[in-house]
């Protein structure tokens, strides 16, 4: 299957809001597929539609691969129910932003509804890595990136690399 070209920061993609999925078709399923392929091949945990230029709203996680147990998951027209009062705070990478990893505090549980290509409409109370992960490729889908979720002193810390990849 072919691997999908990653789009990078400041590519303006990164920044559109990506539209709904209207039907699971052939062309979809496909797409994620190959959406899990370029994943891991780059290797990374998570990837949102923009990400390779798709401006549709789904996004494939596997937050348990690198341990070696392969645990692949596509998400399609994902919306959050619910978000926990308890926060998590770690530090994410982004494939399309290499090289800055960003603290970021979130919600450390979401209430997920989305689409599966082969179950269906699905709700689930995700939690740990996936709750985590889920929610920065549903950024992605709205055009948000992690260097939005910086404090001001990480961002005047990455000033100059972000500089030097095309963003004063
Ligand atoms: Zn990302």
Redesign the pocket.
Known sequence: MPLLPILHFPDPRLRRPALPVEAVSDEIRQLAADMLDTMYAAP?R???GP?VGVMLRLFVIDVTWKEGTPDPRIFINPEILDASDAMHTGT??????PGIPVEVTRPAEVTLRWIDPDSGQRTERLTGDAAICAQ??L??LNGR??IDLMDEGARLAASPVLAAMGCA
């Open positions: 990374g998570g990837l949102a990400q994410e990478g982004c494939l399309s932003i920065h490729e950024d992605h990136l992690i």
